[in-house]
């Protein structure tokens, strides 16, 4: 079981990037699907997830802009980000809560099991 997220790269300020997570053995059904942010020297920041039921929570940061959704089918979930600013340059990365948790202690890493490798996005201004 794996996870392996794609779809960073470099995007103007004001513009828009989507980034997937692909996840292995049916992972994206069966758990809560976060995306996670780090930039250099600081915390990794929860940015969103999804939970089974199809709820979603958002960082204030990102809400209004940002919106996480999940594809069954293809058993992935992506981040579409909208008026991005240099504020949201950081490697991204999906994260899967494989145990059961309550869906505030969805905000926190340490909630998270199966981590992705990371995707970097830059904005440049």
């Known amino acids: 079981v794996q996870l392996q997220a794609s779809g960073g790269g470099l995007v103007q300020t004001g513009g828009s990037l989507k980034i997937s997570c692909a996840a292995s053995?049916?992972?994206?059904?069966?758990?809560?699907m976060g995306w996670f942010r780090q930039t250099p020297g600081k915390e990794r920041e929860f940015v969103a997830v999804i939970t089974l039921n199809g709820n979603t929570v958002y960082a204030d940061s990102v809400k209004g802009r940002f919106t996480i959704s999940r594809d069954p089918r293809r058993d992935t979930v992506t981040l579409q980000m909208n008026s991005l600013n240099p504020e949201d340059t950081a490697v991204y990365y999906c994260a899967a809560a494989l145990n059961s948790v309550g869906s505030r202690d969805l905000l926190y890493q340490s909630s998270y099991t199966l981590w992705g490798q990371g995707t970097l996005v830059t904005v440049s201004s």
């Open positions: 053995g049916r992972t994206s059904r069966s758990a809560a």
